[in-house]
């Protein structure tokens, strides 16, 4: 009898311990991810995930470390943080008008008898904002290219293989 006692303790520990964890996980839900806060905010206190990066402060950072990396010259310093200021300038607006997309689709009504239309509609604007910001991407990296050496350039490619593996060359 003193068996099937410590056998139903144990199994009633455990019951009691799964449905805590899956309470836990339950309460933190869609605001909890690797970097600690959603889209309702992160441990950096940046509202949208990757956004952060274009940050002025983050910007100027980024260029401080690609100068010292690369050995830019004062020139190249300046040419560089005009393409980065004049791509932030011209992918804010693509940015903002994709976000306010994935706004409009949450206010569709799925029952509505428009509603595949309406669908249709904003993919197709979606796939152009997409098709915009692939361009607006590959012509920074075009101006980037143009603006280093020779030797700048291979040293640039093999830090970015090294940080982020061959997928991003």
Same mark, same amino acid.
């Given at each position: 009898?003193?068996?099937?006692?410590?056998?139903?303790?144990?199994?009633?520990?455990?019951? /009691?311990?799964?449905?805590?964890?899956?309470?836990?996980? !339950?309460?933190?839900?869609?605001?909890?991810?690797?970097?600690?806060?959603?889209?309702?905010?992160?441990?950096?206190?940046?509202?949208?995930?990757?956004?952060?990066?274009?940050?002025?402060?983050?910007?100027?950072?980024?260029?401080?470390?690609?100068?010292?990396?690369?050995?830019?010259?004062?020139?190249?310093?300046?040419?560089?943080?005009? /393409?980065?200021?004049?791509? %932030?300038?011209?992918?804010?607006?693509?940015?903002?008008?994709?976000?306010?997309?994935?706004?409009? /689709?949450?206010?569709?009504?799925?029952? !509505?008898?428009?509603?595949? !239309?309406?669908? !249709?509609?904003?993919?197709?604007?979606?796939?152009?904002?997409?098709?915009?910001?692939?361009?607006?991407?590959?012509?920074?990296?075009?101006?980037?290219?143009?603006?280093?050496?020779?030797?700048?350039?291979?040293?640039?490619?093999?830090? %970015? /293989?090294?940080?982020?593996?061959?997928?991003?060359?």
């Amino acid at each position: 009898m003193n068996t099937k006692l410590s056998k139903r303790s144990f199994l009633f520990g455990m019951t /009691i311990a799964g449905l805590l964890s899956v309470a836990s996980i !339950a309460q933190a839900g869609p605001h909890c991810n690797k970097f600690g806060g959603g889209k309702h905010g992160s441990k950096h206190g940046y509202k949208h995930g990757y956004h952060h990066r274009q940050n002025p402060e983050f910007m100027q950072k980024r260029l401080d470390r690609m100068s010292k990396s690369l050995g830019l010259s004062d020139a190249q310093k300046q040419q560089v943080q005009t /393409i980065m200021e004049n791509h %932030r300038n011209t992918i804010k607006p693509l940015r903002d008008e994709k976000r306010s997309l994935r706004g409009e /689709i949450k206010k569709l009504d799925p029952n !509505a008898s428009d509603f595949t !239309a309406k669908l !249709a509609d904003i993919a197709n604007r979606k796939a152009e904002l997409v098709r915009q910001l692939t361009m607006a991407r590959g012509n920074k990296r075009q101006q980037m290219a143009q603006v280093l050496t020779d030797e700048q350039r291979a040293k640039r490619k093999a830090m %970015r /293989i090294k940080h982020h593996g061959a997928k991003r060359i």
